[in-house]
């Protein structure tokens, strides 16, 4: 299980600190996301049969509201995270009657209501075991949608799960042994050069039900 005090300090401080760089980067990742999964069937159609969808990591909420303007037909966005900084910057950006934010982790309280969806974004990285964080997901939800690094290494430290650090490496292979893989794909977000290298990086998204 996660640190949870320490979680809590450190995201806390990204948005007391880095607020606008971590702003840009969610941003950033929305937008291409969004831009490049037009073109894979599998996923449009999940998503747009979808009444309510599920966020863990949400951040400064992009992705919340980036896919309630593109696919108008959900009910209900629920973003979630550690982070009450981050919590109440997505509020203040993107809180509506149809969006909504609060401050929660999953690993320890899910959600009470099913969703047809739920949604991660370049958060399980941070996780030595991720798969417990995707098997929470799938416990409330028909369908998952990965965002994460692509075979990017674990080159930033470490300390405690759910801390400072890439500290999972990621390959498409690795969920096509533990859940139903309906589709996947890759997506460079040229606008966020990753920390650790200056390079442009790859990300990989996975939708997946359980096997």
């Known amino acids: 299980m996660i640190n949870e005090k320490k979680a809590i300090a450190y995201w806390d401080q990204r948005y007391v600190v880095g607020k606008d760089a971590h702003t840009q980067q969610n941003h950033q990742i929305t937008t291409d996301f969004l831009r490049e999964v037009v073109s894979y069937p599998e996923f449009t159609d999940v998503i747009s049969a979808a009444g309510s969808v599920y966020e863990i990591g949400c951040g400064s909420g992009d992705m919340c509201f980036g896919i309630g303007e593109q696919f108008k037909n959900f009910r209900l966005i629920v973003g979630s995270d550690i982070s009450s900084e981050g919590v109440e910057h997505a509020r203040t950006r993107f809180e509506t009657d149809v969006i909504k934010f609060e401050c929660a982790n999953i690993l320890e309280n899910l959600p009470d209501n099913r969703f047809d969806i739920s949604l991660a974004s370049n958060t399980i990285e941070h996780f030595k075991n991720p798969w417990l964080m995707v098997d929470a997901m799938l416990s409330f939800s028909d ?12 080159t ?19 969920f096509t042994t533990r859940y139903k893989v ?11 050069q990753h920390s650790s290298g200056g390079e442009i990086p790859l990300q990989l998204a996975v939708l997946v039900s359980r096997a």
Do not use: K, R
């Not at 369908?143 to 674990?154: H, K």
């Not at 430290?157 to 990621?170: L, M, S």
């Open 156 to 174: 930033d430290g470490y300390d405690y799960e759910g801390g400072p650090g890439h500290v999972y490496t990621f390959t498409a292979d690795e």
């Open 143 to 154: 369908y998952a949608i990965l965002l994460v690094p692509n075979n990017q290494p674990c």
């Open 182 to 192: 309906h589709s996947c794909f890759t997506f460079s977000t040229p606008g966020w």
